[in-house]
């Protein structure tokens, strides 16, 4: 398991970083990616996108990423934008 932590914001700025990440992990070995948003507090559509094209590959490839430590705020986001039924949220 490899734990990727995301900013306080994931915006325009901050996106190309987490999908980097989020990428690397996806190129070793490690089946389970658990995305720690404990301090996320702000997400644009940007980071929609980074989180729906890394699990179309998560997807492709047979390992699993797991979003945890979600605020109530950040889990509207997911929850109004259908991203519920799509990612995996512990």
Known sequence: MTEVKTAV???VAQ???LE???KSVLETEEKEIVVNMEDTIYMSSVGLRVFASIQKKINAS????VLKNVRPQMKE???VTGFVG????E
């Open 77 to 79: 986001i997911f929850e």
């Open 9 to 11: 914001k994931i915006s």
């Open 20 to 22: 980097k990440a989020l």
């Open 62 to 65: 047979g390992k699993t990423m």
């Open 15 to 17: 996106a190309p970083e």
């Open 86 to 89: 799509v990612l995996s949220f």
